[in-house]
């Protein structure tokens, strides 16, 4: 064998050793890793500088050729990752929202810290959301209902109201239930109650509070508006779990308030978010489950089937007690904040009342067929909605009471979607019925301070 024919084999088999000794690499590195893009950006920096070993090693030309070579390479490589990081510097992209990157509220964009609330959105803010049903994440071959693209108009306040309110009659605080993101404004609860009462409605309500955060929002925005009626939505789902999260971002409190975390460039580059969605996606995806047995057929008003899909049962998320809950350390608390709540609007004339509202699984359980393997046929359901009825007449029969499980599964059984099929949120249907039931409670019952101004003006006839 001729000098050159073993320098192209030698060349060959050493290309090839060294590429195979670097996809180990890179494959060894990737299981250890964790989800930290910062790790993944230095561990793909190395593999770059390896890669360029065997053309330094093999190649003939001179030295002044080969660095050549390589500062033209990676020029070439920055000048491409500088002009995508140009929309990021400038603030025009926030590469957070384009890869979907988990991101605590407080950093995202549009919010900032609160020490009382944990995250407040800024006001007058005018966006739009898109968003794929929660229930899919996390079920492989799960078919998307719809893709939801609804505007976010702001108050002052960063509540989803259509103008600044000084007053009004009723208040509506509450998790991500009021404030609705998956429909609308004119579709919203509290518009729909709004036009059932013939009053003004206020949304109080935020995606991601929990009770004491819906307690502080009653005293800093709720009571100053002078409202006849407080509307506490309670969603049983999160709500318990939420008063954990609470407790441990209280924690971290000087941590969260740091704000420069979400407002550097760095948290919004492209390099982090999107190796953090290679990372996510395709490195070290979550496990996935088969989205049938997570699925319940329904019947519609039109005889149609439509699949509904059931990520988790009655409770959302870790860290709330076990079913059934009601002697929980969890609903004692919030019996103690909706006692506090109860003091603060009497002592205003402020009459409150409380919406229970259930799970998606508690309405639709019954009324799906589900696969013989299917996991959801064996999910429990607890009496919570009666145990937090004797929760709130335990605090004050002057409060009153609104269990939405009943005229939500009551519009449910005549086919109605009142909860998204691949989400765990009302649609406009159950914006309807949950506003249809609220005003029955309301209409024709006096507020506390209209009862006592009724009385004063039997004393003086």
């Not at 500062?71 to 920055?78: D, E, K, N, P």
Request: hydrophobic fraction near 40%; charged fraction near 25%.
């Amino acid at each position: 064998m001729s000098d050159s024919r073993r320098r192209r084999w030698g060349t060959l088999l050493f290309g090839l050793a060294w590429g195979g000794a670097l996809w180990l690499g890179l494959r060894v590195g990737c299981t250890a890793f964790d989800t930290n893009p910062e790790h993944l950006t230095g561990l793909l920096g190395l593999a770059y500088m390896a890669a360029w070993g065997p053309f330094f090693a093999l190649s003939r030309l001179a030295p002044v050729g080969k660095a050549a070579r390589f500062a033209l390479c990676t020029f070439s490589i920055a000048s491409t990752f500088a002009v995508l990081e140009v929309p990021a510097l400038l603030r025009i992209i926030d590469y957070r929202t384009v890869f979907t990157t988990p991101t605590p509220p407080w950093q995202r964009s549009g919010n900032r810290p609160d020490p009382d609330l944990i995250y407040v959105r800024q006001g007058h803010q005018r966006t739009r959301f898109r968003y794929d049903g929660a229930e899919l994440y996390g079920l492989r071959g799960a078919k998307p209902w719809q893709r939801y693209n609804c505007e976010l108009a702001l108050d002052a306040n960063g509540f989803r109201n259509p103008t600044d309110a000084d007053s009004t009659d009723v208040v509506v605080v509450g998790d991500s239930f009021v404030e609705g993101l998956h429909v609308e404004a004119p579709e919203l609860m509290t518009a729909r109650l709004a036009e059932k009462l013939g009053q003004t409605v206020t949304n109080l309500g935020r995606t991601g509070y929990g009770p004491q955060q819906e307690r502080n929002v009653l005293v800093r925005h709720g009571l100053n508006l002078g409202p006849k009626t407080c509307v506490w939505a309670f969603y049983e789902g999160n709500d318990l779990q939420d008063l954990h999260e609470f407790d441990a971002n209280q924690k971290n409190l000087k941590w969260i308030l740091d704000d420069r975390r979400s407002s550097s460039f760095y948290s919004r580059c492209f390099v982090r978010n999107s190796l953090g969605f290679a990372v996510r996606n395709w490195l070290r995806p979550e496990p996935t489950r088969p989205a049938a047995s997570y699925a319940g057929r329904f019947t519609d008003r039109a005889g149609k089937d439509v699949e509904i899909y059931f990520s988790t049962g009655i409770q959302h998320g870790a860290g709330g007690p076990e079913l059934p809950r009601g002697g929980s350390d969890e609903l004692k608390r919030v019996r103690a904040i909706l006692a506090e709540a109860h003091e603060l609007c009497a002592a205003r004339g402020i009459e409150l009342v409380v919406a229970f509202i259930p799970a998606k699984f508690r309405v639709y359980q019954d009324l799906c067929r589900f696969a013989a393997d299917s996991p959801c046929r064996d999910w429990p359901i607890d009496d919570l909605p009666d145990v937090m009825a004797r929760t709130v007449a335990a605090i004050s029969p002057e409060i009153g009471y609104v269990d939405l499980s009943g005229p939500l599964r009551a519009a449910a059984r005549s086919g109605g979607l009142v909860y998204l099929p691949d989400d765990t949120h009302w649609s406009a249907e159950g914006h309807e019925v949950a506003a249809q039931a609220i005003a029955g409670r309301l209409a024709g019952r006096p507020s506390p301070r209209d009862a006592v101004e009724s009385r004063r003006g039997l004393t003086q006839r």
